[in-house]
């Protein structure tokens, strides 16, 4: 190369850096606007009262046996604003299951929540387009995929974690209430990646020379950021169905419980999106697999060589299909399913971190 584009190079992986770390200043400025939703939301009563009337509204229509009654909500004149007095939580219950509403959401039906909540959106909405153009940038200064080190990989990680995030948004999907655990997440994500796993930019070893790395690194990047969507759903859903159990058994869950608990979805709904995120991606995880082989076939000759990394990716696999095979067999539904998805999500993180640093093998390219 000569030395102009050298210098050019090295001007793009500083832009890169800058864009990087100017994108963890607005996901910190996003989190929190998020904590603010969940603060001011807190204050909320109107949004507890209506989920508790459709509670028993759709509860009396259904004839239910057992069900709690409509709760006597008490207003009071407070100037000009009506004040709904908080209700007791209702809880429906069908053929030996909870059946609970959806909660209002982070924001708690108020409006200065909301407001938090949009701007909370919005900020990681730029933070989104800034950390896009790091990852190109790098790109750029490389002159290849990004995806060579563990740094790299990362970087596009939470860029494809918040993307799909966003992607759920613009869907009018009811996941704003996983706002603040992304963006938590992607900014420790972020914070390892420029600590301890920044590696300066820097050509492919041999082996990596292949249009197989767009394919087949770019599809284990997109599994996993979507993998990590499915595996928070499914802890939300373990506090949520311990928290609906505690009201089922007639105990009183502690105020912060409660009013970070009953802003959620149900634990029903929690666990149909957690199910249904990682079976959606579930093929693709397949296809990732079966694109390594046929590029380990093309670099080194054989398909599969028991390398720690392929195994564990098996193990992955195994785990995860393990779990869609329970979660669609009645008896392996809640608790259970979820207890298993969160096992195959861990073998995913083991298989990028541990498999990377820690062992041996033809996938060395964590670069640290």
Request: proline fraction near 3%; charge should be positive.
């Amino acid at each position: 190369m000569t030395p102009l584009a050298v210098a050019t190079d090295e001007h793009l992986a500083q832009i890169s850096n800058y864009l990087v770390y100017s994108s963890m200043a607005v996901y910190m400025l996003a989190f929190f606007a998020h904590i603010a939703e969940w603060i001011f939301g807190s204050r909320s009563k109107v949004g507890r009262t209506a989920a508790a009337l459709t509670a028993s509204k759709a509860a009396g229509a259904a004839g239910t046996a057992g069900t709690a009654g409509a709760p006597a909500v008490q207003v009071r004149g407070k100037g000009g604003t009506a004040v709904l007095d908080r209700p007791k939580v209702v809880t429906r219950s069908a053929a030996g299951s909870r059946d609970v509403p959806d909660g209002p959401g982070a924001a708690g039906g108020t409006e200065q929540g909301d407001l938090y909540g949009r701007i909370a959106i919005s900020l990681t909405a730029l933070a989104f387009i800034i950390e896009a153009a790091g990852v190109v940038a790098r790109a750029m200064s490389v002159q290849r995929a990004p995806w060579g080190n563990m740094y790299e990989f990362s970087l596009t990680f939470s860029t494809v974690a918040v993307g799909a995030y966003l992607a759920l948004l613009a869907l009018k999907k009811n996941v704003r209430w996983l706002g603040l655990i992304l963006v938590t997440t992607v900014l420790l994500d972020l914070g390892i990646a420029v600590t301890w796993l920044y590696t300066d930019s820097d050509q492919l070893v041999p082996a990596l020379h292949s249009y197989w790395l767009w394919i087949h690194v770019s599809t284990a990047i997109f599994c996993g950021a979507v993998f990590y969507i499915g595996a928070a759903g499914a802890v939300l859903y373990l506090f949520r169905d311990s928290y609906e159990a505690r009201l089922a058994e007639g105990r009183t869950p502690g105020r912060f419980a409660a009013s970070v608990m009953e802003r959620l979805p149900s634990a029903a709904s929690l666990d149909k999106f957690s199910y249904r995120i990682n079976a959606a991606v579930f093929p693709l995880w397949t296809f990732t697999i079966v694109a390594g082989a046929i590029w380990a076939g093309d670099a080194w000759g054989r398909y599969w060589g028991w390398d720690p990394k392929e195994v564990w990716s098996f193990v992955t696999w195994v785990a995860y299909a393990c779990y869609l095979h329970a979660r669609a067999t009645a008896g392996w539904k809640g608790r259970k399913a979820a207890y298993l998805a969160l096992f195959a999500f861990a073998c995913w993180i083991w298989n990028y971190y541990g498999v990377n640093i820690l062992l041996n093998g033809k996938h060395s390219y964590a670069g640290i």
